[in-house]
Nanobody, 122 residues
Framework: QVQLVESGGGLVQAGGSLRLSCAAS????????MAWYRQAPGNQRELVAQ???????NYSDSVKGRFTISRDNAKNTVYLQMNSLKPEDTAVYYC????????????????WGQGTQVTVSS
């Protein structure tokens, strides 16, 4: 079994900062791409940022220059530093990982966290 557990969400005023964390645990052999998605009420889930195992990153245009994704491979953890937050950043943020599990090393599996609420007040 694999679990992704997010933390760090909350309520912040516009212009403020938050740092999200997501720790993966369980029968993990290796983790390839890790990412953060978000979903606002009435909207589809969208990619915010992703990072490969080697550290290559990709951001949505809406967060570029404000958010920074990073990871600690030794801790199986991915972070999202969110600065200059705007009310339109309000959403549930989900962690995602593409990983290989110990018992099935020839396949890659997709896992999601339970989500953490980020609310930005104006």
């Amino acid at each position: 079994q694999v679990q992704l557990v997010e933390s760090g969400g909350g309520l912040v005023q516009a212009g403020g900062s938050l740092r999200l964390s997501c720790a993966a645990s369980g029968s993990i052999f290796s983790i390839n791409t890790m990412a953060w998605y978000r979903q606002a009420p009435g909207n589809q889930r969208e990619l915010v940022a992703q990072i490969t195992r080697s550290g290559n990153t990709n951001y949505s245009d809406s967060v570029k220059g404000r958010f920074t994704i990073s990871r600690d491979n030794a801790k199986n953890t991915v972070y999202l530093q969110m600065n200059s937050l705007k009310p339109e950043d309000t959403a549930v943020y989900y962690c995602h990982a593409q990983l290989v599990i110990i018992t099935h090393r020839t396949s890659e599996y997709s896992y999601w966290g339970q989500g953490t609420q980020v609310t930005v007040s104006s």
